[in-house]
């Protein structure tokens, strides 16, 4: 009993994790069965179907990688980027940046596009730079929790095809939370995690791969540089055939409760949770104005799970951040950046997006101000 560990529950209203119901708890807790048992292929298909379904995607290769969002983003790249392949980042916050600099470490030509913090990418100047360098692929963030910014994705498939490019989408913290379409937008490539509006733990990183972008990997002239990304490899276990082989353990448990996770996403329905984000992130805004707090990004351009807001003049950020966290016990997140020190990043995500924890994050401020 000496070594166990019994964290105090907190209620998690920042970039991530966020809360878990205790349906994906208990799901979490069950019994491991082994990763080629007939049970958990069978659980592994609904785990796709429920990820299609989500994804708003028909994509036959859609499926969960095992580790964080991260590894979604490089598996998203590691199996399409070969040595001086020409790759085009939209960048307007840390996420663009991420996926720029693993392009730079998979010996890519990246180049970075530049757009104010705060604000969403301009599309002719994507397509501008699209039309004069011909990347291989593009690279957008969809909902930047750096920032607090939705990127509305009509327009930017035609500017990547147009060019003979692949549509890269970072999905992390949309999903779930905000509407993700990936064959109405027509993306090619997008990554997840689970532990932001989807309230699973961290572990997982659902990820979906369009049939034009399967063409581009089996034309690859070079090996995957990474053994356990390796889409080849992968889908020898997750893909739909009949032998599944061994590649590398799948994190069983954590399957268990992304399962139960999706299923939740699905009895609710994707429309009435992408409303209930919207209509919680809208109650802390209005809740908050009134403190001194301001929303940093234009209504209309808002990720509703994350909302970044600019702090009163000569408060001390950080101190107000522990306080709420020793006392209350609720987590916010620190900006990052440009918005370090003077922004707030507050996340009501999954099932944290309520009225009820819009108003709980709201009256704890004056307590500790
Ligand atoms: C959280 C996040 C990631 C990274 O996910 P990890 O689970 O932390 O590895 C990537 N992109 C965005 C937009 C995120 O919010």
Same mark, same amino acid.
């Given at each position: 009993?000496?070594?166990?560990?019994? @964290?105090?529950?907190?209620?998690?209203?920042? %970039?991530?994790?966020?809360?878990? #119901? @205790?349906?994906?708890?208990?799901?979490?807790?069950?019994?491991?069965?082994?990763?080629?048992? %007939?049970?958990?292929?069978?659980?592994?298909?609904?785990?796709?179907?429920?990820?299609?379904?989500?994804?708003?995607?028909?994509?036959?290769?859609?499926?969960?990688? #095992?580790?964080?969002?991260?590894?979604? $983003?490089?598996? !998203?790249?590691?199996?399409?980027?070969?040595?001086?392949?020409?790759?085009?980042?939209?960048?307007?916050?840390?996420?663009?940046?991420?996926?720029?600099?693993?392009?730079?470490? =998979?010996?890519?030509?990246?180049?970075?596009?530049?757009?104010?913090?705060?604000?969403?990418?301009?599309?002719?100047?994507?397509? &501008?730079?699209?039309?004069?360098?011909?990347?291989?692929?593009?690279?957008?963030?969809?909902?930047?929790?750096?920032?607090?910014?939705?990127?509305?994705?009509?327009?930017?498939?035609?500017?990547?095809?147009?060019?003979?490019?692949?549509?890269?989408?970072?999905?992390?913290?949309?999903?779930?939370? $905000? %509407?993700?379409?990936?064959?109405?937008?027509?993306?090619?490539?997008?990554?997840?995690?689970? &532990?932001?509006?989807?309230?699973?733990?961290?572990?997982?990183?659902?990820?979906?791969?369009?049939?034009?972008? =399967?063409?581009?990997?089996? &034309?690859?002239?070079?090996?995957?540089?990474?053994?356990? =990304?390796?889409?080849?490899?992968?889908?020898?276990?997750?893909?739909?055939?009949?032998?599944?082989?061994?590649?590398?353990?799948?994190?069983?448990? $954590?399957?268990?409760?992304?399962?139960?996770?999706?299923?939740?996403? $699905?009895?609710?329905?994707?429309?009435?949770?992408?409303?209930?984000?919207?209509?919680?992130?809208?109650?802390?805004?209005?809740?908050?104005?009134?403190?001194?707090?301001? %929303?940093?990004?234009?209504?209309?351009?808002?990720?509703? @799970?994350?909302? !970044?807001?600019? =702090?009163?003049?000569?408060?001390?950020?950080?101190?107000?951040?522990?306080?709420?966290?020793?006392?209350?016990?609720?987590?916010?997140?620190?900006?990052?950046? @440009?918005?370090?020190?003077?922004?707030?990043?507050?996340?009501?995500?999954?099932?944290?997006?309520?009225?009820?924890?819009?108003?709980?994050?709201?009256?704890?401020?004056?307590?500790?101000?």
């Amino acid at each position: 009993m000496t070594n166990a560990f019994f @964290p105090t529950e907190k209620l998690l209203l920042g %970039p991530g994790p966020s809360n878990v #119901s @205790p349906r994906v708890l208990a799901a979490l807790g069950m019994p491991p069965i082994g990763h080629l048992d %007939p049970d958990f292929i069978e659980l592994m298909e609904k785990v796709k179907v429920l990820l299609r379904q989500v994804f708003g995607t028909q994509n036959e290769v859609t499926f969960p990688v #095992s580790g964080t969002g991260s590894a979604g $983003m490089e598996f !998203t790249l590691v199996n399409w980027i070969e040595p001086n392949d020409k790759v085009l980042v939209a960048i307007n916050g840390v996420f663009g940046t991420r996926l720029a600099n693993l392009a730079d470490r =998979l010996g890519a030509q990246t180049t970075r596009l530049e757009f104010p913090w705060g604000d969403v990418i301009d599309k002719n100047q994507l397509a &501008q730079k699209a039309e004069e360098i011909k990347p291989k692929i593009i690279c957008v963030v969809n909902g930047e929790t750096s920032t607090g910014v939705y990127q509305p994705m009509d327009g930017l498939a035609k500017i990547a095809h147009e060019n003979g490019a692949l549509l890269l989408a970072d999905c992390v913290t949309s999903l779930g939370g $905000m %509407p993700v379409e990936l064959d109405a937008w027509d993306v090619d490539l997008a990554y997840s995690g689970t &532990q932001k509006c989807l309230s699973c733990p961290p572990g997982l990183s659902p990820v979906s791969v369009s049939p034009r972008a =399967l063409e581009v990997f089996h &034309q690859r002239k070079n090996p995957v540089p990474s053994f356990y =990304l390796d889409l080849g490899e992968i889908l020898k276990y997750v893909g739909t055939g009949q032998k599944r082989a061994y590649h590398h353990t799948a994190p069983v448990n $954590m399957i268990f409760g992304l399962h139960a996770a999706l299923c939740e996403v $699905m009895e609710e329905g994707i429309l009435e949770r992408i409303e209930r984000h919207r209509q919680a992130a809208a109650r802390l805004i209005e809740k908050v104005l009134s403190l001194g707090f301001e %929303p940093v990004v234009e209504s209309e351009k808002r990720l509703h @799970p994350l909302t !970044t807001l600019r =702090l009163p003049q000569g408060v001390d950020e950080a101190a107000l951040r522990s306080a709420l966290l020793n006392k209350h016990q609720v987590e916010v997140g620190g900006g990052l950046g @440009p918005f370090a020190g003077s922004v707030w990043r507050c996340g009501l995500m999954g099932v944290n997006a309520t009225i009820r924890n819009a108003d709980t994050l709201a009256s704890c401020i004056p307590d500790v101000m």
